[in-house]
Nanobody
Framework: VQLQASGGGLVQAGGSLRLSCAAP????????MGWFRQAPGKEREFVAC????????YYADSVKGRFTLSKDNAKNSVYLQMNSLKPEDTAVYYC?????????????????????WGQGTQVTVSS
């Protein structure tokens, strides 16, 4: 397994979850890292990312102000804190990494910008 995602679960609308993504055996301090999600019958969509070279974070409009991506270089991990969850946030969430040579920023919004993926963790938000 290249990346290990965890932290998903069942939560009521308005609740919170914190997803984690570990990269065992890798030093991710300068990696770009991203979170995507895929709901049944839909394509995988961008949620958030962090640019490895700058540490700046970027979010999809649908989650801006509710989700926060953070990175702990000492633990080679990235996190997605999800607050004020809505039923439409229900999906399998995937973490991904952009390893050297690094892609340009605009590509981090697409799955093609990443070369390592986790196995996905289910998030279900009940109404």
């Amino acid at each position: 397994v290249q990346l290990q995602a965890s932290g998903g679960g069942l939560v009521q609308a308005g609740g919170s979850l914190r997803l984690s993504c570990a990269a065992p055996g890798r030093t991710v301090s300068n990696y770009g890292m991203g979170w995507f999600r895929q709901a049944p019958g839909k394509e995988r969509e961008f949620v958030a990312c962090i640019r490895g070279t700058t540490g700046r974070t970027y979010y999809a409009d649908s989650v801006k102000g509710r989700f926060t991506l953070s990175k702990d270089n000492a633990k080679n991990s990235v996190y997605l804190q999800m607050n004020s969850l809505k039923p439409e946030d229900t999906a399998v969430y995937y973490c991904a990494a952009d390893t050297p040579p690094f892609i340009i920023l605009s590509e981090l919004y697409y799955t093609r910008g990443y070369d390592l993926w986790g196995q996905g963790t289910q998030v279900t938000v009940s109404s």
